[in-house]
């Protein structure tokens, strides 16, 4: 055998053995469905609705650059929406930077290992006192920080409301009394009566804005503010006692994470 047939038998062969290796790489994991209506009708339309809600990373226009280190620190809800306030809290939203802001390359300190630390910057910030959030920005992890980032919710209100629907029992009546006694006439007013639709939608506007501040002076760097509408809505129908119904919409944890996903993309794009 000659050295050049050697040579490609050996490549063939491990050819072979790293097709097999990425045959056998576990897949990533499935996981099953108990619900006893899956794969029907009512089932697939839930679904596809539920899709549409599905977390959907971002791909960062400079993610391969590296950012400066940065803190997120929780911001404001300036919101008196009840079930805004009774579903979040500050924490939630700085939970949500963190990971879209080390997604886009940020190398963001965790706020669970600086402990009391932080508290106090925050209270030291919040209150004003820009000398005593500089001597803690000084002190141990803080100081290889270069941007603290804090996220604020200015607004969530419903802004416009629509319904509609058709109730057809005062038209099965009139059905019955132009048609007579027949019994094709009562059969035709028990039909139509039995007809039952209903539509309605609401929209909400949920409004973010995002800060930048320096680590080293406490003075902000940058601002900037960005809003989504939200819409939730529900239809039914209901024909001779067959009934078919349907709600959704993406949800305030969808709506804020997106928020937080156009505040980071921007800061990535212009403050890397």
Same mark, same amino acid.
Request: a neutral charge; aromatic letters at 6%; charged letters at 20%.
């Given at each position: ?5 050697? +040579? ?5 062969? *491990?050819?072979?053995?790293? +097709?097999?290796? &990425?045959?056998?790489?576990? $897949?990533?994991? =499935? ?6 209506? $899956?794969?029907?009708? #009512?089932?697939?339309?839930?679904? $596809?609705?539920? %899709? ?20 997120? +620190?929780?911001?404001? /809800? ?10 979040? #809290? ?33 209270? &030291? ?12 920005? =000084? ?9 603290? @980032?804090?996220?604020? /919710?200015?607004?969530?209100? !419903?802004?416009? &409301?629509?319904?509609?629907?058709? %109730? ?9 009394? *132009?048609?007579?006694?027949? =019994? ?27 800060? /930048? +501040? ?17 819409? @939730? ?6 024909? *001779? ?5 349907? !709600? ?8 804020? !994470?997106?928020?937080? !996903?156009?505040?980071?993309?921007? /800061? ?5």
């Amino acid at each position: 055998m000659s050295d050049h047939t050697y +040579i490609r038998i050996t490549k063939l062969a *491990l050819g072979a053995v790293l +097709i097999a290796s &990425a045959t056998l790489a576990p $897949a990533q994991p =499935r996981f099953g469905n108990p619900s006893p209506t $899956a794969g029907s009708d #009512t089932s697939q339309r839930a679904n $596809a609705s539920a %899709d549409e809600a599905l977390y959907q990373s971002v791909e960062y226009a400079n993610k391969n650059k590296r950012g400066p280190a940065v803190i997120v +620190i929780p911001g404001e /809800i300036k919101s008196n929406n009840a079930t805004f306030l009774q579903k979040f #809290t500050s924490n939630n939203i700085a939970d949500f930077g963190e990971v879209e802001l080390s997604s886009a390359n940020f190398p963001v300190l965790e706020r669970s290992n600086l402990g009391p630390l932080l508290k106090e910057f925050e209270l &030291a910030y919040n209150l004003g006192d820009p000398d005593q959030a500089r001597k803690l920005l =000084r002190m141990g992890k803080l100081k290889t920080t270069k941007y603290v @980032v804090k996220f604020d /919710i200015l607004k969530t209100e !419903q802004v416009a &409301a629509a319904q509609q629907g058709f %109730d057809g029992h005062a038209l099965g009546q009139m059905a019955g009394i *132009l048609g007579g006694y027949g =019994r094709g006439a009562s059969v035709a007013s028990v039909g139509v009566g039995s007809v039952h639709t209903s539509e309605s939608s609401g929209v909400w506007i949920i409004g973010m804005r995002y800060k /930048i +501040i320096n680590a080293e002076t406490t003075e902000q760097v940058a601002t900037g503010y960005t809003e989504e509408k939200m819409e @939730v809505g529900a239809k039914s129908t209901s024909v *001779l006692g067959v009934s078919q119904a349907q !709600q959704g919409g993406v949800s305030l944890d969808t709506m804020v !994470q997106r928020l937080v !996903q156009k505040s980071v993309w921007e /800061i990535d794009s212009k403050y890397k």
